[in-house]
């Protein structure tokens, strides 16, 4: 149901990858591995807009948007929520951009961007989070945008939870 989403922030636009986008996502995919293929990127982009499909208010299968920066019209990242897999209880929270692009609290906008979309237009309850171990810079997004940490999880990096109570009473943890 959810096929198409724009959403526009101060320096940000977030919005649903095309088939225009398969040179970008053929660079993109795996910032940290390097390019995937033409091919492997249409790949891609059919799946993530056949998952979009199969978002309705209140049920996510998986919703990755492509971060652009306003600025430049350039694609640095990527950031969404992820529930196909059904044995975790809450849709995760995700976010990746390009290394150039770190330490200008952009990854904090794109995901507070996402909380906003995800509680106010999908009517999710809650949404989780987490970051490796040893990447402090991820751990900060998640507490800045509110999100309550919940300790170390099952993988030994940093786990997080957030309400769509807490999100919208302004419950949430802020350092």
């Known amino acids: 149901m959810t096929t198409s989403v724009f959403i526009e922030t101060a320096r940000l636009v977030l919005r649903t990858v095309t088939m225009d986008d398969i040179e970008d996502v053929a660079l993109s995919w795996k910032l940290d591995d390097g390019p995937i293929s033409r091919q492997e990127a249409e790949k891609q982009v059919l799946w993530m807009l056949d998952n979009h499909k199969q978002n309705a208010p209140g049920r996510l299968v998986h919703l990755c948007l492509a971060i652009i920066h306003k600025d430049t019209q350039e694609f640095i990242g990527w950031c969404g929520l992820d529930h196909r897999d059904r044995t975790k209880?809450?849709?995760v929270l995700f976010y990746l951009l390009k290394a150039s692009y770190w330490g200008k609290e952009l990854a904090t906008e794109a995901a507070k961007a996402v909380l906003d979309y995800a509680f106010s237009e999908l009517g999710l309850a809650e949404i989780d989070g987490g970051a490796a171990l040893e990447n402090?810079?991820?751990?900060?997004?998640?507490?800045k945008i509110g999100m309550r940490y919940l300790g170390t999880n099952e993988e030994r990096g940093h786990s997080f939870?957030?309400?769509?109570?807490?999100?919208?009473?302004?419950?949430?943890?802020?350092p």
Do not use: D, H
Not at 136 to 143: D, L, N, T
Not at 165 to 172: L, P
């Open 89 to 91: 209880a809450n849709p």
């Open 136 to 143: 402090i810079a991820s751990k900060r997004v998640m507490e």
């Open 161 to 174: 939870t957030l309400t769509k109570a807490q999100y919208f009473t302004g419950e949430q943890c802020r």
